[in-house]
Nanobody, 126 residues
Framework: QLQLVESGGGLVQPGGSLRLSCLAS????????IGWFRQAPGKEREGVSY???????FYVESVKGRFVISRDKAKRTVYLEMNNLKPEDTAEYYC????????????????????WGQGTQVTVSS
């Protein structure tokens, strides 16, 4: 019933753009925060961005000003618009969902999220 499915990954040149989509089937986005994570080979999974149930958005410093997270609650879809892509953005990108809402919650931590998509590959290369 509850399922997250990412799409939109692919190969793009440095400086290019991609928009990732996360279809959150069965999720009421008024009650879930949605995060985007990425993992490059040999590296830890890294929180990139998240949007709270309130609609507030947050970004890790390395993507601030380049990436934009947004949502369409009617479509139950969260987007990650990625602009001015760099080779270091190359990774498998995942979306995840959580109901956590305490003041101490770290939404950049993968431990916060109980629901995960399968991932979509983003490769930035000439």
């Amino acid at each position: 019933q509850l399922q997250l499915v990412e799409s939109g990954g692919g190969l793009v040149q440095p400086g290019g753009s991609l928009r990732l989509s996360c279809l959150a089937s069965g999720f009421n986005l008024d009650y879930f925060a949605i995060g985007w994570f990425r993992q490059a080979p040999g590296k830890e999974r890294e929180g990139v961005s998240y949007i709270r149930s309130s609609g507030a958005t947050f970004y890790v410093e390395s993507v601030k000003g380049r990436f934009v997270i947004s949502r369409d609650k009617a479509k139950r879809t969260v987007y990650l618009e990625m602009n001015n892509l760099k080779p270091e953005d190359t990774a498998e990108y995942y979306c995840a969902a959580t109901t956590a809402c305490r003041g101490s919650t770290d939404y950049f931590s993968e431990l916060t999220y109980a629901y995960w998509g399968q991932g979509t590959q983003v490769t930035v290369s000439s």
